[in-house]
């Protein structure tokens, strides 16, 4: 199974490495967003490595070099015209220019280069379609939490409905952009579904309003009974009803493929041996409001609803030297570290358990240490301490074993396992032994008047019940607050799940909410405490096997039943020249030569968040269903950061971590160019002092004697002409530089 993380990193390579000048040598040229792209999956030792004696930021002021370019940039107008300028006005400033662009280049913008004074040292142009997040080797990102308020928050007034809905508009547009990149850089065309839900309308901006729906069908039009009879007015009048952001969004993606397999008629290109086409299932966070809150204790979901783990991959902890004293550590969580990739999945029982027999195991595999093993977390701290001449393995250990203690103290603390059983009855309707709780209310007011427990778990607890009896009476609700004495925005949070098509009032003469999706009780053995299963499991699996409703979860145009044969026996296509690669001095994309794996792929998108739950789901799925299975969200989400969120969602945001502004109350953009530019744009640097073109000199003189200069902590960009410091540790420079000595004479 392919990683996203070594896919978008080989991708990124291979562009580097197809510019191969006379001279060897040649310049990267980035801007300030494409860096962090490079930086997330490379280091900056990496990049020296293939050639690259100099990284600039195409927003400095640089001194022309006799090297040719390899500009990693973003699509904008912006940069177009910085590209322009480096060759125009009698000004050179490299001998050519190799043009990669991380995502599509719009046809206007192509134009204007190659109708502009740069054309000529123009050697080549490429689209890589990698302008999304890796953050795991099966999970991906947006990285935008703000689009949870675009996509739930309700209009302001009446008058704002119009503006608030083409804002959404624009967002989903680049939300289908970004899922467009992974499928292309996937080389997927796959099938697209979506959640078109049956108990509640359309939520946020898309609710049904007489500023954005058609207008209604003339009087007597109703009589008709076929859907054909009653006309196309009707029909457009009572579409508003069903127009979801799940739908829209997947009608953007299907189009957005759709126009590049136009124009690259040869996509997907085939595969040895061939994989049977994918699917895309594009749900969103209203889908199920349960995960998001109820306490998970596998290791990786406890670790980030517990501690204090920042953007879900910085953690700081007391790291205890081989001198016996205690210092400030701040790890990072990635894929990198292979005792987080073993154990992340795992429950926080098992996961210790697998961390000790591991210690023990590498303690007897090393020379000199006596003893008898470690018996608990305890003694693997004070072994690990004796162990100085594994620095990184003693990290490791060190830093899971501290998140391991650290949440089991919280969990004895918050009295997590009497709270958590209040919540595993609410979301799955049943008790450990299997029967409905008859005495839940009972269980939990005396927990929600325990002052021990700390709010945000009242609030959780509150919310799960109130989605368990599908609304309450306003009086009862109000009882509930006062016994968690709940703060006003807490109980904003709660009846936030509003927005959310949830229902949390209910009258005495309310029905049931009929929902298609539910939960399906698990077959495999499992803790009391973890007895719910993200609905997303539901999904994927009823997918796979066939069983998933349609009506529910509908196909935008092609059914596998329908095109499954058809497709797989069409010869492949002739690939044709595009315009982009009609100039024969321009290369092109040079091959992957990686092995393909054949499983076929599963692609779940979440509009508004996904949880670790969910994303812990994907992988165990993957194993158990022999597919290659991907999950995406606009961003990850905790159980703090979701309370959070709900706080303020009536506000639009205002407030939040995300957007403490709120969103944008303005008027759409003129154009998806001008929204693509603004969202992309970095400023440009005041005019260069003599005191800094005798600096670059210097850092050009530091070059010729084979020794890379260091930038000033304050910016990714020191000067106009840097490495990039953010992309390698001290060491990693260090050995670069030792290998680069004595090679730079020009």
Partial sequence: MSSLITTIRSKFLQAIRSVNPQGRWKILVVDDYSQKLLGSVLKQFDILEENVTLIESISSYREPQQFEAVYMLMPTTQNVDRIIKDFSNDRQQYIGAHLFFTEGLPEPLFERLTSSPAEPFLRGLQELFINFWAVEAQTFSLNSPGLFFNIYSPPRNDASFKTARSCLEEELRFVSKTITNLCITMNEFPYIRYHLPTHHLPLGPLQPHAQTRAPPPTEGSGRWRTNLARGDVARAYEAADTEFVTKLLAFMVQQNLDEHKRVNPDFPKPSDPPRPRGTLIITDRAMDAVAPLIHEFTYQAMCNDLLPIEDGTKYTYKFQSSLGTFED?????????????????????????????????????????KGEGAASLNDMKDMLANLPQYQEQREKFSLHLNMAQECMTIFEKDKLSLVANVEQCCATGLTAEGKSPKTLVEEMVPLLDNRDIINPNKVRMVALYIMYRDGVPDEDRRRLYQH?????????AVNSLLH????????????????????????????????YKPLLRTVVEDHVNNKLDTSLFPYVKDAP?????????????????SLRSAKPSWHKAVRLNAPVDSRQRVIVFVAGGMTCSEIRECYALSGSLNKDIYIGSTHTITPRQFIDDLKVLELGGVGSRAIPNGISLNAAHQSYQDYYDEK????????????????????????????LSKPSPSSPYAVSSTSVNSFGTAGEKEEKKKKKKGLFHF
């Fill in 561 to 577: 039943s329908a095109t499954t044969t058809s497709a797989s026996s069409r010869p492949p296509s002739t690939p044709t020249t």
């Fill in 680 to 707: 992309y744009f970095t400023p440009d640097p005041p005019s260069p002092q003599r005191q800094t073109l005798t600096v670059q000199k210097d850092i050009g003189s530091s070059f010729r004697s084979g020794k």
């Fill in 329 to 369: 550590k701040t790890a990072t969580l990635s894929d990198a570290d292979t005792v987080w990739t073993t154990v992340r999945h795992m429950h926080m029982r098992e996961a210790i358990d697998k961390l000790m027999a591991d210690f023990n195991k590498f303690m007897e595999e090393n020379a000199g240490f």
């Fill in 500 to 531: 959310l098509g949830m229902r949390i009032t209910r009258g005495p003469t309310d029905k049931d909410t009929k929902k298609k999706l539910k939960q399906k009780s698990s077959q495999e053995e499992e803790y009391e405490l973890s007895r």
């Fill in 484 to 492: 968690a004495r709940l703060s006003m925005p807490e109980q904003d």
